[in-house]
């Protein structure tokens, strides 16, 4: 009898394992067809000298390496594109948190403005891109406002006419890409956070209040540190989404990242590289040298923050 | 105003008060500040192209030809763009739930040899940028067909068929539901898959709403592999990839009433669902975050 319990036990134990593989085989196909496998492939790729249509048609080393790094476009790029995560990545990640905080006062429609603010995430790039380029066009809203409150002398400045075009000039476009996907992801960021502070214990903040602390310093010297596992998340998540930045220079620039190339970002070097050079293997380094920054810059935020959750 | 407050100072309360309004005053205005660009987007496309320049709240005329312009006169039609934004969103957000509701509850509950080695494959696929697949993914696809004519729409639901996060969502949530549940099913006789489609599944429903949300929002919204893949055949752009053709090429460029029009038809499906399951968006988002 003991026997037979055991021979069910196996024969159920081999079921469940069998469904389990049953269960995941389509999705692991893909992930290793499309995700892990292709990695591997675009390494293949790029050290070759890759036809689109026959495929490789001769071995050529590190040259796609070397041809890339000595394009000053290329280099634009990568400047650009380290530019824009450096400055948006903190600037987003502040907003959210500030947000996140206000939101997480004991306020009367808290559901509401949690609500309001992630609003400009859910709208798609291509929509709320057209609309800021619309915003701030030579006579768009922004250059209207400003100019109908006065402010026009104090751009004049800092050399801004009344009818600057912020996205159409080479010297504005990329900081009014940088704060439109700042005001858009800081809702998304606002969500991270606040799921973070509110698994902060009340009892901290008492005891912060006993020991004579007021709201101000509580923030510093107790909020701030203990969300320090949030602030790596939100870090990493920024890093990888800001050096992949491709959308809204698309939309904004067209493939050449217009104005001067002021919009050009590597993704989008990336994108010409195939669709209009049609060079995959040169695309393909373009590809291995994004990987191996992003891959850098999130070693680096690791050391940065002492290593957040596994 | 109330002398009653204003003798009796107690300090504390006082600060909670001024506190409280400045806390309600960046508030509201934050909220205005959000609004403002959906609110004069919604104005302008009511407006002629003269008038659209204008600091006006109320359309001067108001006129409905750049909502004509956008639902008849687009090349391709606005249908054609809202059809296939919706079924390439519905086909994607339909495998995400089933293939990450299957694989999700593989890795939360069945027993098998590599499990764990293999979930840790799937999540660090997180860790592999999207568009780094561009050149071997493209390669691959065009090697097969699938970069022309019906094998377009085909590349582009391959390439988001399933998400990592979609499996992580599921499988986090299948692990908070009692075992126990499941050990009753299994004595009354039913089998794995059984006791996942009958009793597993719809406990899970909060999750597979949220996954539903995030992965129609994703596809409805994207616009890197349409234009990669469809941009060649216009009769196959999505809505996104439309407009930002529109933007580019000439005409609409800076014709902006009917390019605001274009926005809000393909802004509105999305905040429809927004206003009805905003609990799904904000849950989803906020158990992506939370990882570990």
């Not at chain 1, 907003?95 to 004991?106: S, Y």
């Not at chain 1, 004049?156 to 009818?163: H, K, N, Q, R, T």
């Not at chain 1, 901290?204 to 923030?219: C, L, M, P, T």
């Not at chain 1, 050449?256 to 002021?262: E, I, M, R, T, V």
Request: neutral net charge; charged residues 10%; aromatic residues 14%.
């Amino acid at each position: 009898m003991a026997q037979a319990a055991l021979k069910r036990g196996r024969i159920d134990a081999r079921a469940e394992a069998l469904a389990g593989y049953g269960l995941i085989a389509i999705p692991m196909v893909f992930f290793l067809a499309l995700s892990i496998g292709t990695f591997v492939y675009a390494a293949y790729i790029s050290v070759w000298d890759w036809n689109i249509r026959s495929g490789p048609e001769a071995f050529v080393g590190l040259h796609n390496f070397q041809k890339l790094l000595s394009d000053p476009v290329f280099i634009a790029a990568i400047g650009n594109t380290l530019y824009y995560t450096v400055i948006w990545v903190p600037l987003t990640m502040a907003a959210g948190l500030f947000l996140a905080v206000i939101v997480n006062q004991k306020i009367r429609g808290q559901t509401f403005f949690r609500a309001a603010y992630y609003f400009p995430a859910i709208a798609s790039s291509a929509a709320i891109t057209t609309i800021w380029i619309f915003l701030a066009s030579p006579d768009g809203l922004f250059n209207g406002i400003r100019g109908a409150i006065g402010l026009n002398p104090l751009f004049a400045l800092f050399g801004y006419a009344p009818d600057h075009n912020w996205i159409g000039n080479y010297r504005t476009a990329l900081q009014s890409v940088i704060l439109l996907n700042a005001w858009t992801t800081s809702g998304t960021f606002m969500l991270f956070y606040l799921a973070s502070l509110q698994s902060i214990s009340r009892e901290v903040y008492e005891a912060a209040a006993i020991d004579g602390a007021n709201a101000w310093q509580a923030f510093w010297h107790v909020t701030f540190p203990l969300l320090r596992p949030a602030h790596f998340f939100v870090a990493t998540v920024g890093v990888i989404g800001g050096l992949q930045l491709w959308d809204q220079a698309f939309i904004a620039g067209g493939p050449n990242g217009d104005p001067a190339n002021s919009l050009m970002t590597i993704v989008l070097y990336l994108y010409n590289a195939l669709f209009i050079q049609i060079d995959p293997g040169y695309a393909a380094a373009v590809g291995m040298v994004l990987f191996a920054i992003i891959f850098s810059a999130t070693l680096l935020q690791r050391r940065i923050f002492g290593g957040g959750p596994a | 105003m109330n002398e009653s407050i204003d003798r009796a100072p107690l300090p504390g309360a006082r600060g909670r008060r001024l506190r409280r309004g400045v806390a309600y005053a960046l508030l509201i205005g934050y909220a205005v500040i959000t609004c403002i660009p959906f609110g004069w987007t919604i104005i302008t496309s009511f407006k002629t192209l003269p008038d659209s320049t204008q600091l006006t709240l109320v359309p001067d005329p108001f006129t409905l030809e750049a909502w004509d312009f956008a639902l008849n006169h687009l090349q391709p039609s606005v249908v054609v763009l809202f059809l296939n934004s919706a079924v390439i969103a519905a086909v994607i957000t339909l495998t995400n739930v089933l293939l990450g509701a299957t694989a999700g509850y593989a890795f939360a509950r069945l027993r098998f040899p590599g499990r764990d080695l293999l979930f840790l494959a799937v999540l660090a696929t997180l860790m592999i940028p999207d568009q780094l697949r561009l050149v071997p993914v493209y390669i691959l696809f065009s090697g097969v067909g699938l970069t022309a004519g019906f094998g377009q729409y085909v590349a582009v639901v391959l390439v988001g068929i399933v998400s990592a996060s979609s499996i992580f969502l599921l499988r986090q949530y299948f692990l908070t539901i009692p075992v126990d549940l499941e050990e009753a099913a299994r004595i009354d006789g039913a089998g794995f898959i059984t006791t996942f489609w009958r009793v597993i599944l719809p406990l899970a429903m909060p999750a597979v709403a949220a996954v539903a949300i995030l992965s129609f929002q994703g596809s409805w919204n994207g616009l890197f592999w349409p234009a990669v893949f469809l941009s060649s055949d216009q009769s196959h752009w999505t809505l996104p990839l439309g407009l930002t053709q529109f933007r580019l090429a000439g005409g609409l460029a800076t014709n902006w009433p009917p390019l605001m029009a274009t926005v809000v038809i393909a802004t509105v499906p999305i905040i429809v669902l927004y206003v009805f399951f905003q609990r799904y968006f904000v849950e989803g988002v906020a158990a992506s975050g939370v990882k570990g």
